[in-house]
């Protein structure tokens, strides 16, 4: 029996794919269990796809279901389904409300899924291979498979749900062979798709905003260490640098366990170098785990706690009350001399939250000494408690609809896009507000977490200056020269325009062939980047920007010695690797003279080393791995880069910046 899987992902334009590890532990079971009996096929993207079906229809058809390729999977549904309208699709995945009601009108307004496999799939899926397996050929239709009652599955049947919720009880679940040692993803590994590792399933908390706990319900399973560390070295050997490995674990560190792992990925970069960075998400109680791991993972790894906010009131409210800010606070000053990046988030938009209190709770972020903070307006994810009614009733949660980031594309001459629904007011924040917090966070973002004035920030915090108060003057002083005045318009524009109030209202937009191809030629549409990325492209705007900073330091910010801050900005320009690459400059270091006070406060506040000599010569070099991808973007034959090219780099090589080393010339 010939089956496709498909784990899609956009793919208009280059971006950092993700290797299908969903789709493929799928698979990896079914094999162990029907072996030669069936023939699966993987596909990541849509056009791949769409040519194997025309080329050869399979008897069976599964997708996975998430926010950024809802609609997609929508297209691929409808266009198998009027090619072969009896083949039975099934779904899988956490974009799906997951009571009776919701699961009723998705398969409703999705009717081209004839089956929908709730929480995790291996079983479901096999349970369902196994009865077509027993039909003959021909017999093998959708209707039929409609009828039958799975567990862990539902169907609409004449309109009526069927099905019943059933999840693996089992805790270890090595039950899955590994589909990397088994080599059925070897072929994504070789075309360089990001790797993905679960060494750990589920969440045991509850925040009303997100779905990652669904579909384990609630549980941590394990698979074992040995498969854990084979798996990983598995890839290692593959002899590839990927700019990024992800442990896609909801909460690494909850476990003690997880210190060997962490250890295991230390030696494994040593020994192979197969990995620039690693994407992980610490345990949101913050065990002390999380400190060890931080430490053996340190220049490998944000050290991420995810605060979301600091504002009781708000975490009572989106039922982080489990979670102690007090042990939160006081791991995550013991942190800070064991990440080069410490991170967390602070979310935009929660019940209870405020004007007032989200900056505040913003500041104090920054005042803790987190040089990464994310987060943004929130997402309504379906199945999370801050979707339902009522939760939008009580809260009077206001809703409009923006463009995913990188989230469309044309397939078969049809543009297809996808949308996220955001909230945009509550009853304690208006959208005005959050108006103005969207351009004061991209600014504030990417002056410290994507780094580019972080020398200069860790300095401001040590003069005891409100950050926020900069950003804010920054963006709200009428600037001298009108190239500054012209980006932070810029920027407000974007601001303004990406939102839609219905999801109609974002489908006529885009039947105007105009707006297609204004969006399809210039994709500027995640502004945390963005707005960076389009003063890297100018180096007059670059430098008007920061003077532009500077002027609001002097006027405003009398703590703030001038010298210093001048300094540090001519700094941040000469470490900036992107912008050296931009002008042709390929070099991996370069030679910078400071003055003593300068250097002493960068000194100070731990941007540089303690010298050792006398001279105030600052080696910059850049990172080895970081120079070859940044290289491998940047000096390749092309038209010249575009804002979404920058963007996408940035966020593929977090450390573009030529370290500081302090030493003697020669």
Not at 652 to 665: C, D, I, L, N, W
């Amino acid at each position: 029996m010939l089956i496709y899987l498909a784990d899609l992902s956009h793919n208009c334009f280059p971006s950092s794919y993700t290797l299908p590890l969903n789709i493929a532990y799928i698979a990896s079971y079914a094999k162990s269990k029907f072996g030669n009996n069936i023939d699966i096929r993987f596909f990541k993207f849509t056009d791949e796809l769409l040519d194997a079906v025309d080329k050869k229809t399979p008897s069976l058809v599964g997708l996975s279901n998430y926010n950024w390729n809802y609609r997609l999977n929508s297209f691929v549904g409808n266009y198998i389904k009027q090619k072969c309208s009896h083949m039975p699709i099934i779904m899988g995945g956490p974009n799906i409300s997951d009571d009776r009601d919701g699961i009723a009108s998705f398969l409703t307004a999705n009717n081209y899924v004839d089956i929908y496999c709730m929480y995790e799939g291996e079983v479901a899926f096999s349970s369902i291979v196994e009865t077509l397996l027993k039909l003959p050929t021909l017999d093998r239709k959708a209707d039929s498979l409609r009828t039958i009652e799975f567990d862990g599955c539902f169907s609409l049947n004449t309109n009526k749900l069927i099905g019943r919720y059933k999840s693996n009880e089992n805790k270890n679940i090595d039950f899955i062979p590994s589909p990397y040692t088994t080599g059925i993803l070897d072929a994504f590994i070789e075309k360089g798709l990001t790797p993905l590792f679960e060494t750990a399933r589920g969440c045991p908390y509850s925040c009303t905003f997100c779905n990652w706990g669904i579909s384990a319900q609630g549980k941590i399973k394990t698979f074992s260490l040995e498969r854990v560390y084979s798996e990983m070295e598995y890839v290692a050997k593959k002899n590839k640098l990927f700019p990024l490995w992800i442990i896609a674990d909801a909460n690494f560190g909850i476990l003690e366990r997880d210190i060997g792992i962490a250890n295991h990925l230390r030696w494994l970069f040593e020994k192979y170098n197969s990995f620039n960075k690693l994407g992980i998400w610490y345990d949101k109680n913050a065990k002390d785990n999380v400190v060890k791991i931080a430490k053996v993972l340190k220049g490998l790894s944000q050290a991420n706690i995810a605060f979301q906010s600091f504002d009781p009131i708000v975490l009572d409210m989106v039922k982080r009350k489990n979670i102690s800010m007090e042990k939160l606070e006081n791991i995550s000053k013991s942190l800070r001399g064991h990440s080069e990046q410490y991170c967390t988030d602070i979310l935009l938009g929660l019940p209870g939250e405020t004007f007032k209190s989200h900056l505040g709770s913003l500041n104090k972020a920054f005042n803790l000494g987190f040089d990464t903070i994310g987060g943004g307006e929130i997402r309504l994810l379906m199945g999370s408690e801050l979707e339902n009614e009522e939760s939008r009733k009580r809260f009077d949660l206001k809703t409009k609809y923006r463009l995913i980031q990188e989230g469309f594309g044309v397939y078969r001459g049809k543009f297809v896009f996808e949308l996220e629904e955001c909230i945009r007011s509550t009853t304690w924040i208006s959208e005005e507000e959050m108006l103005k917090l969207r351009v004061l966070r991209v600014v504030f973002f990417g002056c410290l977490s994507m780094g580019e004035f972080s020398p200069l920030m860790k300095y401001l915090r040590k003069c005891g200056i409100n950050i926020i108060d900069v950003i804010s003057k920054v963006i709200e002083t009428k600037p001298e020269n009108p190239i500054v005045e012209e980006s932070i318009n810029w920027l407000r524009n974007k601001a303004n325009k990406e939102w839609f109030n219905t999801v109609t209202e974002a489908e006529e937009f885009y039947l105007k062939e105009s707006n297609r191809t204004n969006l399809l030629s210039n994709p500027v549409i995640k502004l945390n980047f963005d707005f960076f990325s389009s003063l890297f492209l100018s180096i007059e705007k670059y430098r008007a920007f920061g003077k532009h900073f500077l002027f609001v330091l002097q006027n405003y910010f009398s703590e703030c010695d001038i010298d210093i801050a001048k300094e540090m900005i001519g700094l941040c320009e000469k470490r900036n690797y992107i912008l050296r690459c931009l002008r042709k400059e390929y070099k991996s270091d370069t030679m910078i003279n400071l003055s003593g006070k300068t250097l002493k406060e960068l000194i100070g506040t731990g941007t540089i080393l303690q010298k050792s000599n006398h001279d105030n010569n600052i080696r910059l070099m850049i990172n080895k791995n970081s120079k070859i991808l940044i290289d491998g973007c940047l000096r390749q034959p092309q038209e010249k880069p575009i804002i979404q090219n920058i963007s996408m780099l940035l966020q593929k090589v977090p450390r573009y910046f030529m370290v500081p080393v302090a030493e003697k010339t020669a």
